[in-house]
């Protein structure tokens, strides 16, 4: 299975990465987290990204091709991949459409996560980590306490904020993502792939919606 997963910050495509790599045993590629650790290591790479980050914006594109050509030469990828967060522009769309070409390993399907702009804020400014197991939680939809149990920081997680989860960061990562990401849903359209799924609700609901539409034979499909 080969799947993109498209949405504004906030709607849900690493939540639901997750689950789809249990369900389909393929590695989830988030550029987000790839960037983050390669800003947390400090190397070369990640310092560069830090500014861009930080501000809501987009990083380079010539750094962001770098890590994704890396990441899908690397054998765990021969199955699948779940790509969370790529491509996020038209630049990034046609790249990824010729190195998939050259790899043979074209999409299978690309699903746009929809939520409400209240909903995606309410999301965001909820969110928080625990930093030592890394563990999302969200103040008002999954606090602390929650299901399952955590070995590793024993149910006691020291919760910290993403720095651009702050309410003046948010707002340009939508206006971003409205301007530069939302052209994709056309392109994609336009070839097919697009399923549309209603991101709003229960994890779990949303799960399982997005399996139906993966396994609905119309490609035009929206699941709600
Ligand atoms: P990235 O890490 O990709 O962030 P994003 O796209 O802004 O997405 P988020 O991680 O904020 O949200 P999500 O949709 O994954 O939602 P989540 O499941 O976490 O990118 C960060 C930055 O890196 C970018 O701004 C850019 O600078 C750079 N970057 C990354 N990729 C790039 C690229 N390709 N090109 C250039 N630059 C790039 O959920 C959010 C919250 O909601 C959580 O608290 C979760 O618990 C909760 N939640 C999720 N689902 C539900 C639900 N159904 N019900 C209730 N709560 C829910």
């Known amino acids: 299975m080969r799947l993109i997963l498209l949405g504004a910050p906030g709607s849900g495509k690493g939540t639901q990465s997750q689950k789809l790599v249990e369900r389909y045993a393929v ?88 939520v409400d702009g209240d909903v995606l804020f309410r999301r965001l400014t909820g969110r928080r980590s625990c930093k030592e197991c890394g563990r ?9 306490g929650t299901a399952p149990h955590c070995d590793r920081c024993n149910d006691r997680p020291v919760l910290v904020q993403r720095p651009d989860d702050r309410e003046e960061v948010i707002d340009n990562r939508l206006k971003v993502y409205a301007k530069q990401t939302q052209p994709l849903i056309e392109y994609y359209e336009k070839l097919g792939l697009l399923r549309r799924v209603d991101a709003e ?15 609905a034979p119309n490609k035009h499909s929206r699941i709600s």
Not at 80 to 85: H, S
Not at 136 to 144: L, S
């Open 27 to 114: 590695p989830q590629i988030s550029t987000g987290d790839l960037l983050r650790d390669a800003r947390e290591r400090g190397t070369p790479l990640g310092l560069k990204a830090q500014a861009a980050m930080d501000a809501g914006k987009l990083v380079e594109d010539a750094i962001v091709l770098g890590i994704i050509r890396e990441r899908l030469a690397q054998p765990d990828t021969a199955q699948g991949f779940i790509l969370d967060g790529f491509p996020r522009n038209q630049a990034q769309a046609d790249a990824l459409g010729a190195m998939l070409m050259e790899i043979g390993q074209p999409i299978d399907a690309v699903v746009l996560m929809q």
């Open 136 to 144: 999302i939680f969200n103040i008002y939809t999954a606090p602390p």
């Open 201 to 215: 609700g229960g994890v779990d609901e949303v799960f399982a919606r997005i399996e139906r539409v993966l396994s």
